[in-house]
């Protein structure tokens, strides 16, 4: 992958992981909550949070001073 297509991947795995934090929040508040449901949501959360990580240290690699 080129640099423009990582950018446009992070800038749609960032939104997706805004997406299941709203999703998580609502579904947390509902009075009938879906503990399975939710855990299924963190856990994609987490797994995207991960690979936007490895996405932006493909972007930014570290400078050795």
């Not at 992981?17 to 994609?44: F, N």
């Amino acid at each position: 992958m080129d640099e423009a297509e990582l950018k446009a991947r992070l800038h749609v795995m960032t939104q997706e992981h805004r997406d299941l934090d709203a999703a998580i929040d609502a579904l947390a508040r509902s009075p009938t909550a879906d503990l399975l449901q939710i855990a299924r949501l963190k856990k994609r959360k987490l797994r995207l949070k991960d690979e936007i990580a490895a996405i932006n240290d493909l972007l930014i690699p570290d400078i050795i001073a």
